[in-house]
């Protein structure tokens, strides 16, 4: 069982403030959720209203899995530092302890030192502020989420969801993810990175996009689909479809199909017993060498010993 801890600071922002308790809660036998603020006050929020929280800092000394909320970030950026009392409150997390900031509480990370040399994300529309204020952090504009040793940081608001989301499907496999994202009523896994959501000119009406193909698509990962056969069900060019897509999902047709079919093979992988070659086949990939290949380009290691790892974790826990 982990503890989850979530961080209130003042200023926070509601919404955010529930997304631990909302996904992580949906997974009771795994995970207890408790709130605590710096020194077990009422905090005030980005709303009309408070919040009272059962907990002090000393919550975050015990925790397994530590998440902070979007706050107000006024004083930080007037002072450069952060209140001693949130300062003294960061102090007592454990080394090794994950982690996780949502949207702009990455600045917060980052005026604590914890981001200092590690890669990180933020809201697109504060992720050049964030850079020059610590350039020591490697800000990635382009992600929902940045994962970093024991860091997790992630980009706007439902992004926090995803990286929840993440955590439960890299400690727990995909099976569990799905049932919760399935509780929350929201995607087990959201395609592209922060591009999509970045504005853009509003398209004409005659513009249909490409998530219709996409659906499409899902459904036949099996086959060998190229640009050219997405871009004809998609009754565009295959320019046109490449440069709509890529607007659209922040990522190229071809990067997009290889991540659904690692995706699906990851999900076989955990949930069934199919020889490596077969999963392949069933997914697109065509050879055990090819899965092999973009697993470890994708996710450091090959098939076997991610179903080991993964089948292995979920027997344990089982017995």
Known sequence: MDTVAVLALDGVYPFELGIASRVFGSAPERYTVATCSPTGDAVRTGADFDVEVAHDAALLATADIVVIPPCDLEPLLSTGSLSPEVSSALGVV???????????????????????????????????????????????????????GDLLTSAGAASGVDACLHLIRRDHGSALANRVARVCVVPPWRDGGQAQYIEHPVPAEADLGTAATRAWAT?????????????????????????????????????????????????????????????????????????????????????????????GAVLDRAE
């Open 94 to 148: 454990r080394p090794g302890t994950q982690i996780v900031s949502i949207c702009t509480a990455s600045f917060v990370l980052a005026a604590a030192g914890f981001l200092d040399g590690r890669r990180a994300a933020t809201h697109w529309a504060e992720a050049a502020t964030l850079q020059r204020l610590f350039p020591r952090v490697a800000v990635d504009p382009r992600v929902l989420f940045a994962e970093d």
């Open 219 to 311: 459904h036949r990962l099996h086959l060998p689909l190229t640009v050219t056969e997405l871009a004809e069900h998609a009754r565009m060019s295959p320019r046109t479809f490449a440069r709509r897509f890529q607007e659209e999902t922040g990522t190229s047709p071809a990067r997009w199909l290889t991540r659904q079919r690692l995706a699906r093979a990851r999900e076989l992988l955990e949930s069934t017993n199919l020889p490596v070659e077969r999963v392949a086949h069933q997914v697109g990939f065509g050879t055990a060498a090819a899965l092999r290949k973009h697993m470890r380009a994708e996710l450091g290691v090959p098939p076997l010993t991610y179903r080991r790892t993964f089948r």
